[in-house]
């Protein structure tokens, strides 16, 4: 299964298969992204979006998921 992927604290969604999410819908500003799996430490990363990548939608993020 995939990850659960968090913006501000709020689920948005699972990763498929080969790790990707798209997230839409993100205005202009700063974000808290947190993925969680079971049996993993929850990575997060703050990102800022600005009117560029909030426009077009071509960003991305990665982050690695640690296991216990």
Do not use: F, Q
């Amino acid at each position: 299964t995939g990850v659960d992927v968090y913006v501000n604290g709020v689920l948005k969604g699972t990763t498929t298969s080969s790790g990707t999410i798209k997230l839409k819908d993100l205005k202009v500003g700063n974000y808290v992204i947190e993925a969680k799996k079971a049996g993993y430490k929850p990575a997060t990363k703050t990102v800022h979006v600005n009117r560029e990548m909030s426009y077009n939608g071509m960003n991305r993020i990665s982050l690695a998921l640690t296991p216990y």
